[in-house]
């Protein structure tokens, strides 16, 4: 009898734990990501084959797959299969403990972190440091994160590797706004080219960055086939099988299938035009030409029999109606055109040969245009080229030299971007024009920099004492000097353009600027005054607008901590704040004025026995060694499915616990029931031996 009592008694205690449990289970019916319990009972030791009642082994959480229900709200994560967010618990002593949750109603901290309800920081892996050297392209020094003065997004794409996820995000300034027609004053034959111009080849360009973006993206460690810039060349006859030369005759080229003309500009040669080409053509040239009178100087011309000035004259008209059809090419979107000469200064083709720009009359007489296709890799095609004059049609030469490679997507996407930044930015052109140095008048010259050196990252005065230039006889002589003066040439370049000197910085600094100080002496007793650039011809060869790029990485091989958010914490924008979203693995990406950035990736833990973990309140549970230490998994492989803007429901099943009551609670009188029972019959007992 006493046995029994002790039986019910166990009982009655293993059936209030599962009420407890089952009133556990329904307090926490609407708990996110709440895994109901239930119960193990077993029977306890028997003795002569009766067993002493029931005990409770495990209150044992069951890691079903609850429901989901989507709330729309961005920082929701809800966990589909296996898993288990991380978080972090840091508390006043500095010390942090790590739990595990599938409650994924998370938020954004105050100090910008991702953290759950209870400010916990939800680990995974963080996004990598910028290195604003390696990391960030800006033609801006002062420049090197994302502000609002870059309006303009060029491209952006979330490329992912094996190991890491990376962004890469160009944006420019507003290059409708700072583009500006070349001088044709000064840059006609030269590529100039106009405002409209210089947006398309933007606009072109950007096309080919964006295409780079996404083969890098479909291919992250492909390669390609691709070619380097096009270089062409077209020819059209001089000497005495040139054919136009009067009002109505037209030159043309078919480029792209499109038809490019010019028809003869009837000009006027100047008596500096003829002084120069009289002595800059060789005796069979002028011959050839109908040049045989000496004109004399520019300040003492000669008089010319009408024949000669009109041989002149012609002359004239044909080196202004080739500069107008290399002007006209340049206003095709991805090209440029300028006059060109060989080294051997002939006007034959060959493949052999480097053509370089050259604006000198004698070489423009040539009638050799240069074309280059400003992005590398797009080719243009050259169908056919002419001269036309009375109804009689004269066929010119052309070439093509092209060569072939095979890059990575990286190495395209590099060029590219490097082919972009050169049309929004352009090197800087300062212009003196011969009236603007007074030479003649003026026979003595200095000349230095201020401009900023990529290489130590500050501005430097270059040479430190300016150059002193003597004689000056002409542009010529300024440009020979600055040309030759090492600390000058590692900066800039000076150029003669049509007759005046133009300094601009070299392709290897092109986006940067530069103070020139030009000074000129007319007294030759070292009083030297300033001499200012002209403003009319002088600015930049591209848009003139800012460019720049930032790639920003997310390395799984890392170690995880807290995912910050803010983008002017990250050192992406000056601006906090973007648009949270975060896929099926786990990638959080931040979005801000059309620009998607991965800025990390929330960890899931796999453990290979998740009943093992134990549970400690505020939705936490925290590993044992029953549980096993956590997994991770590169790209939350072989883990749950993250499903954004979305809670996982509790487990718990309201109707099932309401019957599982009714259950506990008879069981728990049925024990009851026993005791009573087993105590009347201990009263009846001790009756009977009264």
Do not use: C
């Amino acid at each position: 009898m006493i046995g029994a009592l002790w039986t019910g008694i166990s009982g009655l205690a293993s059936q209030q734990k599962a009420l407890d449990n089952e009133a556990n289970n329904i307090a926490n019916v609407n708990t996110i990501g709440y895994k109901a319990s239930r119960i193990s009972f077993a029977d306890q030791i028997y003795q002569d084959r009766i067993g002493k009642g029931s005990t409770v082994l495990d209150a044992e959480k069951l890691y079903t797959q609850g429901g989901t229900k989507l709330t729309g709200v961005n920082y929701d994560m809800a966990l589909y299969g296996d898993g288990f967010f991380t978080v972090v618990n840091k508390n006043t002593l500095g010390t942090a403990e790590t739990f595990y949750t599938r409650a994924g109603n998370f938020r954004m901290g105050d100090n910008g972190t991702l953290q759950d309800s209870a400010g916990n920081a939800v680990q995974g892996w963080m996004m990598s440091a910028i290195d604003s050297q390696n990391d960030v392209t800006s033609t801006n020094p002062n420049a090197s994160v994302f502000t609002n003065d870059y309006t303009k997004l060029l491209g952006t794409k979330i490329i992912r590797h094996d190991t890491y996820v990376e962004t890469v995000t160009a944006k420019a300034t507003d290059y409708t706004l700072s583009a500006k027609s070349d001088s044709t004053t000064a840059f006609s034959g030269d590529g100039a080219k106009t405002k409209s111009a210089k947006i398309s080849d933007i606009e072109e360009a950007i096309k080919d960055y964006t295409s780079w973006l996404q083969k890098l993206k479909d291919q992250p460690d492909g390669v390609f086939d691709t070619t380097n810039a096009q270089i062409s060349q077209i020819n059209f006859k001089s000497g005495t099988d040139s054919i136009i030369g009067s009002d109505g005759d037209q030159i043309y080229a078919y480029i792209n299938g499109e038809k490019k003309f010019q028809n003869f500009i009837v000009s006027t040669a100047s008596q500096a035009l003829k002084v120069e080409l009289f002595n800059d053509l060789s005796p069979a040239e002028r011959t050839a030409y109908g040049l045989v009178t000496n004109p004399g100087t520019v300040a003492v011309p000669v008089a010319l029999s009408p024949g000669e000035n009109a041989a002149y004259d012609k002359l004239a008209g044909k080196i202004a109606t080739y500069k107008a059809l290399s002007d006209q090419i340049s206003t095709m979107p991805g090209l440029v055109a300028t006059m060109a000469i060989d080294s051997g200064h002939a006007d034959a083709l060959a493949l052999t040969e480097t053509y370089t720009n050259s604006t000198k009359n004698s070489d423009m007489l040539k009638g050799i245009i240069q074309i280059k296709s400003l992005i590398p890799g797009q080719a243009f095609r050259i169908s056919e080229i002419g001269e036309v004059a009375s109804g009689t049609t004269l066929q010119g030469n052309f070439q093509t030299k092209v060569t072939s490679s095979t890059v990575s997507g990286i190495t395209g996407l590099k060029t590219s971007k490097e082919a972009l930044s050169k049309l929004i930015t352009g090197k800087q052109q300062d212009v003196y024009t011969a009236g603007d140095l007074k030479i003649g008048a003026t026979t003595t010259f200095t000349y230095g920099i201020n401009i900023y050196d990529k290489e130590i990252g500050k501005n430097v005065t270059v040479p430190t004492l300016p150059i002193s230039i003597t004689p000056v006889t002409s542009i010529d002589d300024i440009i020979t000097k600055i040309n030759t003066d090492t600390s000058l040439s590692k900066y800039v370049t000076a150029r003669n353009v049509n007759g005046n000197l133009v300094v601009e910085t070299l392709d290897t600094n092109y986006d940067v600027e530069f103070t020139g100080s030009m000074k000129g002496d007319p007294t030759t007793v070292g009083t030297f005054e300033p001499l200012d650039v002209n403003a009319n011809y002088s600015g930049r060869k591209g848009a003139g607008a800012e460019f720049i790029e930032i790639i920003n990485k997310v390395d799984q091989t890392a170690s995880k901590g807290s995912l910050q958010l803010r983008l002017d914490t990250l050192g992406i924008s000056d601006s906090a704040f973007g648009e949270f979203s975060v896929d099926s693995t786990g990638l959080i990406t931040m979005k801000q004025d059309g620009a998607e950035f991965a800025i990390g990736q929330a960890a899931v833990a796999v453990f290979n026995n998740n009943r093992g973990l134990n549970p400690v309140g505020n939705n936490l549970l925290a590993k044992t060694n029953e549980s096993g230490e956590p997994t991770y998994n590169l790209n939350n492989n072989k883990t749950a499915e993250i499903k954004s803007k979305t809670l996982e429901l509790s487990t718990a099943d309201l109707s099932e616990s309401l019957v599982n009551l009714m259950v506990f609670q008879r069981a728990f009188e049925a024990n009851a029931k026993s005791i009573t029972t087993s105590d009347e019959l201990l009263t009846t007992l001790i009756g009977l031996k009264r």
